[in-house]
């Protein structure tokens, strides 16, 4: 999957949106793919994947077929995408994938498996109660996780940086990264009256 697919993809889910194909909220991705696709290759195919509601990139880069994905999206269900092959997992309730992914890394390392559990939260998941309880476990525990923070200053449709004045630095296990947003927090920009 490279970035022009990628964009293709999210160009037609928001086609298929506005025409009014899609009845139920859509969270689009962009100018974030060059970065994306960085993280993803170092993500092997066996590995657990959490998501948010902007997931359509993750799960696409993480091996979900186009064909599958744009059905869930179509069926409204494009903040809930979750697969057994690949392990992949999302949700929309902000850090809700977060004490998920801590369990699933814990029974990787019960298990003595090898899989690696990545965990994508936006800037306003990364100053939460839940991210750093959850974090905090994870490294006493040394458990396989990674926590890959999607920063483009906003939370929900707030500058981040304006309601959380003192932001928290960069700790183990977290790689983040900074873009702006190309889409509005859901939708496509345009109203659509169904």
Same mark, same amino acid.
């Given at each position: 999957?490279?970035?022009?697919?990628?964009? %293709?993809?999210?160009?037609?889910?928001?086609?298929?949106?506005?025409?009014?194909?899609?009845?139920?909220?859509?969270?689009?991705?962009?100018?974030?793919?060059?970065?994306?696709?960085?993280?993803?290759?170092?993500?092997?195919?066996?590995?657990?994947?959490?998501?948010?509601?902007?997931?359509?990139?993750?799960?696409?880069?993480?091996?979900?077929?186009?064909?599958?994905?744009?059905? +869930?999206?179509?069926?409204?269900?494009?903040?809930?995408?979750?697969?057994?092959?690949?392990?992949?997992?999302?949700?929309?309730?902000?850090?809700?994938?977060?004490?998920?992914?801590?369990?699933?890394?814990?029974?990787?390392?019960?298990?003595?498996?090898?899989?690696?559990?990545?965990?994508?939260?936006?800037?306003?998941?990364?100053?939460?109660?839940?991210?750093?309880?959850?974090?905090?476990?994870?490294? +006493?525990?040394?458990?396989?996780?990674?926590?890959?923070?999607?920063?483009?200053?906003?939370?929900?449709? &707030?500058?981040?940086?304006?309601?959380?004045?003192? %932001?928290?630095?960069?700790?183990?296990?977290?790689?983040?990264?900074?873009?702006?947003? %190309?889409?509005?927090?859901?939708? &496509?920009?345009?109203?659509?009256?169904?």
């Amino acid at each position: 999957m490279n970035k022009d697919k990628l964009i %293709k993809f999210e160009l037609e889910i928001k086609k298929l949106y506005e025409v009014k194909r899609i009845k139920a909220p859509i969270h689009l991705s962009g100018n974030n793919e060059n970065k994306l696709i960085k993280i993803f290759k170092k993500i092997h195919k066996n590995d657990w994947v959490f998501s948010n509601w902007r997931s359509h990139y993750h799960a696409l880069l993480h091996g979900v077929t186009e064909k599958e994905l744009k059905n +869930q999206i179509i069926k409204g269900r494009s903040m809930s995408i979750c697969t057994k092959f690949p392990k992949f997992f999302s949700s929309s309730i902000v850090g809700g994938t977060l004490p998920i992914a801590l369990g699933v890394a814990m029974a990787n390392k019960i298990k003595r498996n090898k899989e690696i559990v990545w965990v994508f939260i936006g800037d306003m998941t990364y100053e939460t109660g839940t991210f750093h309880e959850c974090h905090k476990y994870a490294m +006493q525990n040394k458990l396989k996780i990674f926590f890959i923070v999607e920063d483009n200053d906003m939370s929900t449709n &707030t500058p981040t940086s304006s309601i959380w004045k003192n %932001k928290t630095k960069k700790l183990k296990n977290v790689f983040k990264y900074h873009y702006k947003r %190309k889409f509005p927090h859901h939708g &496509t920009g345009s109203w659509v009256l169904f």
